[in-house]
């Protein structure tokens, strides 16, 4: 029995080493995504700067639109003015007048504003634009970096991989079973050592009878509240291996 377990602590190593490649693999991948995803976040900020510089352009337009109306109508009324005969059209027609000069002084300051804040948006999006190149060019050199990584990590998982399924046929078929089931349903984790009588799979205590039987080493025993494969390995034996 003694020498199945330590097959079995031998397949969870590797079996532990392998997620270890996985996970490693995991998180360059996410990295890449990430910086990815900054990057669609500012090309989707530089078209909302751009769509806002475009309405700021139209924005203009009819602001220029209506300074040239009131232009327009500064010169009619005075042409009327030659025309009228009482002072009351007189006087009516000078406010008309007076207001289209108004219109024209605050056109002209609305100009100048959206005209600034149309070079603002434009700007904003050629520096969000050049941040992008960068972060672009720094992604393409990432990309080739993780995926020369990824390939060497999936070089080494596959030999630890192929050490494992070799170790797994020597495991009894019922044993091999039950560890395959455990590492599904316990993450990965199906052999686990017991210290001072506590699991150290789920960190529970367990009987401390059970934890005198274990330590003998005689049968296999697992955890009565997450059902992993115990082993124990007394301190001075550990500490011998380190
Ligand atoms: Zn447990």
């Known amino acids: 029995m003694k020498e199945e377990i330590s097959k079995l602590i031998a397949l969870q190593k590797l079996n532990t080493e392998m997620s270890g490649f996985d996970q490693n693999i995991g998180e360059k991948q996410q990295e890449l995504a990430d910086r990815e995803q900054s990057i669609q976040d500012k090309e989707s900020a530089i078209s909302q700067c751009r769509d806002r510089a475009e309405e700021l352009e139209q924005r203009q337009r009819d602001i220029k639109a209506a300074h040239e109306d009131a232009g327009t109508r500064i010169k009619e009324r005075q042409s009327k003015m030659m025309q009228v005969q009482t002072s009351r059209e007189h006087q009516a027609l000078l406010k008309e007048i007076e207001d289209a000069k108004k219109l024209i002084k605050d056109t002209e300051e609305q100009l100048l504003e959206v005209m600034e804040q149309a070079e603002q948006a434009e700007a904003e999006a050629v520096e969000l634009e050049n941040v992008c190149r960068g972060e672009k060019e720094l992604l393409a050199e990432e990309t080739k970096k993780v995926e020369a990584a990824v390939k060497k990590l999936n070089t080494r998982r596959k030999t630890v991989f192929n050490k494992h399924n070799k170790l797994a046929k020597d495991v ?17 984790l199906a052999v686990v050592q017991v210290i001072d009588g506590v699991c150290q799979g789920c960190f529970m205590a367990i009987p401390p009878q059970q934890f005198n039987e274990i330590r003998k080493g005689d049968q296999m025993h697992s955890c009565p509240t997450c059902q992993r494969i115990f082993y124990y390995e007394a301190p001075d034996e550990k500490d011998g291996k380190k």
Request: net charge positive; glycine share 12%.
């Open 172 to 188: 009894q078929g019922s044993m091999i079973k039950r560890y395959d089931k455990l590492l599904k349903k316990r993450n990965g």
